[in-house]
């Protein structure tokens, strides 16, 4: 089974920047891909971006974060981030970071990719 706690949200002012991680612990010999997601108050979660565990070069951004946010992964340390900037308010939401051996494809993936989930961290942009 694989663990995955996120960490790194916070209060942000509009146009400000934040760094998740996600921290992969349990089954992680296994080259898991991890994608991002979020869910906004009253909003269905949505993927974001998603990285391939074998091939990390490999990753994928929703149309709203592209060009904004990059995703990076450290096997080392068995982290992955989401690297956030000229954040909007519209960007308010819960991140969480899901694992799958399913491929991330070329379109952020869908709720149902994710096997392993972390609980959420949460991410307020507002001034």
């Known amino acids: 089974q694989l663990q995955l706690v996120e960490s790194g949200g916070g209060l942000v002012l509009p146009g400000g920047s934040l760094r998740l991680s996600c921290r992969a612990s349990g089954f992680t010999e296994k080259d898991y891909n991890i994608a991002w997601f979020r869910q906004a108050p009253g909003k269905e979660r949505e993927g974001i971006s998603c990285?391939?565990?074998?091939?990390?070069?490999?990753?994928n951004y929703a149309d709203s974060v592209k060009g904004r946010f990059t995703v990076s992964s450290d096997k080392r340390k068995n982290m992955v981030y989401l690297q956030m900037t000229n954040l909007k308010s519209e960007d308010t939401a819960v991140y969480y970071c899901a694992g799958s051996l399913r491929r991330c494809g070329t379109s952020p993936v869908s709720p149902d990719w994710g096997r392993y989930w972390g609980k959420g961290t949460p991410v307020t942009v507002s001034s």
């Open positions: 990285i391939s565990g074998p091939t990390p070069s490999w990753r």
